[in-house]
Nanobody, 126 residues
């Protein structure tokens, strides 16, 4: 059974940085995509960044140039480095797993992902 555990969230001022971590375990097949998503109160879950088995990445336009997704397969760890944080980045952040996400029209579509963790809260004050 696949399990995901997010950590690293916190409260920072605008312009600050945070690094999120997602430890994953279980039977994740070779053609997987891992991704970071976020959900603010009253809003739908949205894709932030995804990475596949070949380290191909995709980012939401709102975070390009500020966030970087990476993974350490030896440690089963997915990370999201977030720099230049803005108040609009405030949300609960989740990691998820999908298969062949870059074969889909929108690799960042949250509905294509599953096995969500409990999330980690990021709060950015202006």
């Amino acid at each position: 059974q696949i399990q995901l555990v997010e950590s690293g969230g916190g409260s920072v001022q605008a312009g600050g940085s945070l690094m999120l971590s997602c430890k994953y375990s279980g039977d994740i097949y070779s053609s997987y995509c891992l991704g970071w998503f976020r959900q603010a109160p009253g809003k739908e879950r949205e894709g932030v960044a995804v990475i596949d088995i070949d380290d191909k990445t995709a980012y939401a336009d709102s975070v390009k140039g500020r966030f970087t997704i990476s993974r350490d397969t030896a440690k089963n760890d997915l990370q999201l480095q977030m720099n230049g944080l803005k108040s609009e980045d405030t949300a609960m952040y989740y990691c998820g797993v999908s298969g062949y996400c870059f074969r889909k029209p929108d690799p960042l579509r949250a509905a294509e992902f599953g096995y969500w963790g409990q999330g980690t809260q990021v709060t950015v004050s202006s």
